[in-house]
């Protein structure tokens, strides 16, 4: 979402998306593509993100690699 989304309009997108990774059609069609259906809060997502980029971030410094 865009910085600066209503949190109800993020909560709302949230529960919906939810509703959609309950599914068990679309769970299954996320382990036939070897992919997680995971759901959570947004600030479960935030984290998550986070955690990533500082997990990426590492990797690439250490591998050395540059924009040219």
Do not use: C, H
């Not at 209503?6 to 679309?26: F, H």
């Amino acid at each position: 979402m865009p910085a600066g989304t209503s949190p109800a309009i993020v909560a709302r997108l949230n529960a919906e998306i939810g509703k959609v990774l309950a599914d068990p059609s679309i769970r299954e069609r996320y382990a036939q593509a070897a992919l997680d259906a995971v759901g959570g809060t947004p600030e479960d997502f935030a984290k998550v993100v986070k955690a990533d980029f500082v997990k990426w971030a590492k990797v690439v410094k250490d591998s050395g690699a540059r924009v040219d």
